[in-house]
T-cell receptor, first 114, second 114 residues
Framework: EAQVTQNPRYLITVTGKKLTVTCSQNMNHEYMSWYRQDPGLGLRQIYYSMNVEVTDKGDVPEGYKVSRKEKRNFPLILESPSPNQTSLYFC?????????????FGPGTRLTVT | GDSVTQMEGPVTLSEEAFLTINCTYTATGYPSLFWYVQYPGEGLQLLLKATKADDKGSNKGFEATYRKETTSFHLEKGSVQVSDSAVYFCALSDRGGSNYKLTFGKGTLLTVNP
């Protein structure tokens, strides 16, 4: 089954404790992206990757890092989480060609930072 | 920059009522337009899309027409069901350089009562 998977689905952590949220897709998509969803703000892009070893900032990259060492994986790293990073996070992927293609979303990771 | 404005709701309807969720956009290029749906506790799923002016996207009884002259992509359904209760997001993708970012509206919560 074609899908985007994320782990963990739920995470409660404390301020400053490094964490990684994993994202993996099995559709051989070139393009992958991370979004955060906050009430009243919709979804905002954090980082994106056009292909292996090619990453760039989205609209709200502060406090996050990413890497793209393999085509299928695109982990999101919070090196020193803060309470304002409490949010619902979505990973997405799509073929890297025209803008008309849909993006496929993972199930989401609900992160709480205390 | 690009932006999407949609009616924020919440919208509460009775089963079999007519649904309209308004969506207007601002974009510098020729975007593709999407409606995504998020059912309770789940990730985002593509509901329908339109890639050029006057295209009509349709799925599961929902429809939306890409109106370039009014920069709109309103979502409609003739007869809603309880199972349509969800959050609906209007979004656009307008390739800026190498980023296929989706720009989302803030979402509209729809509740359908029996």
């Amino acid at each position: 089954e074609a899908q985007v998977t994320q782990n963990p689905r739920y995470l409660i952590t404390v301020t400053g404790k490094k964490l990684t949220v994993t994202c993996s897709q099995n559709m051989n998509h070139e393009y992958m992206s991370w979004y955060r969803q906050d009430p009243g703000l919709g979804l905002r892009q954090i980082y994106y990757s056009m292909n292996v070893e090619v990453t760039d900032k989205g609209d709200v990259p502060e406090g996050y890092k990413v890497s793209r060492k393999e085509k299928r994986n695109f982990p999101l790293i919070l090196e020193s989480p803060s309470p304002n990073q409490t949010s619902l996070y979505f990973c997405a992927s799509r073929p890297g060609t025209t803008s008309s293609y849909e993006q496929y979303f993972g199930p989401g990771t609900r992160l709480t930072v205390t | 920059g690009d932006s999407v404005t949609q009616m924020e709701g919440p919208v509460t309807l009775s089963e079999e009522a007519f649904l309209t969720i308004n969506c207007t956009y601002t974009a510098t290029g020729y975007p593709s337009l999407f409606w995504y749906v998020q059912y309770p506790g789940e990730g985002l799923q593509l509901l329908l899309k339109a890639t050029k002016a006057d295209d009509k996207g349709s799925n599961k009884g929902f429809e939306a027409t890409y109106r370039k002259e009014t920069t709109s992509f309103h979502l409609e359904k003739g007869s809603v069901q309880v199972s349509d209760s969800a959050v609906y997001f209007c979004a656009l993708s307008d390739r800026g350089g190498s980023n296929y970012k989706l720009t989302f509206g803030k979402g509209t919560l729809l509740t359908v009562n029996p």
